[in-house]
Structure formats: C-alpha cells, structure tokens
C-alpha cells in the first residue's frame, strides 16, 4: 500500500526511553533500598522489552520500504542485527528481574548482575539507535523526495 503509515519510527523511541528510564530506577531502588523503585523499575523494563519486540517486528515489516542502495546496506545491516541482539538481551533481562521479583529472597548481588546485564542492553540499543539515526540523517532512508516520510505524499 503506497500510503501506508510507517509505524517504526513511531515506535522505537518509546524503548529507548523506558529502558533508559528503568535503568536509572533500578538502579536507584538499590542504592535506597526501596520497594517501590524496584516495582517502578521492573515495570519500566517490562514496558521497554514490549517496545523493544515491537520495534523489531515494525523494522521487519517496513525494511523492504526501504530502497537499498550498496552505500546503506551495511548500516541498515548493523542496525537490523542491533536491533535484534537489543531485544533479546532485554527480553533475558526481563525474564531474569521478574524471577528476582517473584523470588523475594534473592541477594541484592543477584541484581547487580542483572543491572550490569541491562547496561550492556543500553549499549547495544545505543548503539542501534545510531545506525538507526545514519540510516535517516546520513542516507535519507525512509524519506520521499519531498522531505515527507516515505508513504506520506
């Protein structure tokens, strides 16, 4: 459908903020001790996993809207296997801070190393939010020669 409108770039800053957010939460709930930050961070990381998967499957669905040129291949690439590797790291990480939540008794160390595994999602989703930026900023992927988003004219 030529009008389509495209969906991931609408959808791909809500993880970036949630799990940037959820992070500092987090860990803030362990440096105070507090119940209520860690409820808060969980949720966060919840909602910025469902972003995550979300964002994904829109990326799958709209790369072929995207005319690939060899000058943006690679990148487009690098952001794609980003953003893959981003999802299940955080889906992981998920996983891993809900059982600490329902197994109340866990070590605060125990989450630490699950904070640690959520920095290195950070990085991974940093890093495809800049691929992800080359592929607007630098290449013009996914805009129309009229300066619109493709679909939009």
């Given at each position: 459908?030529?009008?389509?409108?495209?969906?991931?770039?609408?959808?791909?800053h809500f993880?970036?903020?949630?799990?940037?957010?959820?992070f500092?939460?987090?860990?803030?709930?362990l440096l105070?001790?507090r119940d209520w930050?860690?409820?808060?961070?969980?949720l966060?990381?919840?909602?910025?996993?469902a972003g995550?998967?979300?964002a994904?499957v829109?990326?799958?669905?709209?790369?072929?809207?995207?005319?690939?040129?060899?000058?943006?291949e690679?990148?487009l690439?690098?952001h794609e296997?980003g953003?893959k590797?981003t999802?299940?790291v955080?889906?992981?990480v998920a996983?891993?801070?809900?059982?600490?939540?329902?197994?109340?008794?866990?070590?605060?160390?125990?989450r630490?190393?699950?904070l640690?595994?959520?920095?290195?999602?950070?990085g991974?989703?940093?890093y495809?939010?800049w691929h992800?930026?080359?592929?607007v900023?630098?290449?013009?992927?996914?805009i129309?020669?009229?300066g619109?988003?493709?679909g939009?004219?």
């Amino acid at each position: 459908m030529p009008n389509e409108i495209p969906i991931h770039p609408m959808l791909v800053h809500f993880p970036i903020a949630l799990l940037i957010t959820g992070f500092l939460v987090e860990l803030a709930s362990l440096l105070f001790r507090r119940d209520w930050l860690a409820r808060a961070g969980l949720l966060l990381l919840l909602a910025g996993t469902a972003g995550a998967v979300a964002a994904v499957v829109t990326g799958d669905r709209e790369e072929d809207k995207i005319l690939e040129t060899p000058a943006i291949e690679h990148t487009l690439e690098e952001h794609e296997d980003g953003g893959k590797l981003t999802m299940w790291v955080f889906i992981a990480v998920a996983l891993a801070r809900s059982v600490a939540a329902w197994r109340r008794s866990l070590p605060a160390a125990v989450r630490w190393v699950i904070l640690a595994a959520w920095l290195f999602g950070l990085g991974s989703l940093f890093y495809t939010a800049w691929h992800g930026g080359e592929l607007v900023y630098e290449h013009g992927a996914g805009i129309s020669a009229s300066g619109s988003a493709e679909g939009q004219d």
